[in-house]
């Protein structure tokens, strides 16, 4: 079946670092892939998602490229802030099946110290 | 976008009461929504899929008779936390799909706290 696999946190960085969190995922088909972030008490908000191979996700300065030949949709951003501190799930869904459910990975916890 | 709501957003009960968490689709209708639980520092495990005008689909493991399900209209579905105990307390979350993706709009969860 399908599964997600994401860098085990916790992450801890200080302001302005460099973020990659890395995700891998094996699926069949051509799935949709996300990143969901998780803000202290909160839901689940979308931040990025692409839809086919290559495409590049993009909001509030995270990336994330679609490669199909490493199976991978790592989350960057350039410099993290405080208020990036929350738990980021990466996830897939298959768009060709018909299949609604939501995969996701096991979520990384990052922490931002100033 | 599309905006899915969950009412209570928490809920402290007694053990052995029933507690009932509402998700609605405020601006678009879903045929189907999605139930998950999340256990603190872990990821959300799928419950079930609420699908509108039939029965729910329940993921293996979970009890359907604790965890009753109702998909009462195209934009609202119910879980009713049965007979509950202490260890049903958790963070329940909600989903709907929507647009040409399927992309899901989750809902703001409600914690619930069993004493």
Known sequence: GDSVTQMEGPVTLSEEAFLTINCTYTATGYPSLFWYVQYPGEGLQLLLKATKADDKGSNKGFEATYRKETTSFHLEKGSVQVSDSAVYFCALIQTNFGNEKLTFGTGTRLTIIP | ?115
């Not at chain 2, 899915?4 to 052995?16: A, M, Y």
């Open chain 2, 1 to 115: 976008g599309a905006v899915v709501s969950q009412h209570p957003s928490w809920v402290i009960c007694k053990s052995g009461t029933s507690v009932k968490i509402e998700c609605r689709s405020l601006d678009f209708q879903a045929t189907t929504m999605f139930w998950y639980r999340q256990f603190p520092k872990q990821s959300l495990m799928l419950m079930a899929t609420s699908n509108e005008g039939s029965k729910a689909t329940y993921e293996q493991g979970v009890e359907k008779d604790k965890f009753l399900i109702n998909h009462a209209s195209l934009t609202l579905s119910t879980l009713t936390v049965t007979s509950a105990h202490p260890e049903d307390s958790s963070f329940y979350i909600c989903s709907a799909p929507a647009g040409m993706i399927n992309e899901q709009f989750f809902g703001p969860g409600t914690r619930l706290t069993v004493l």
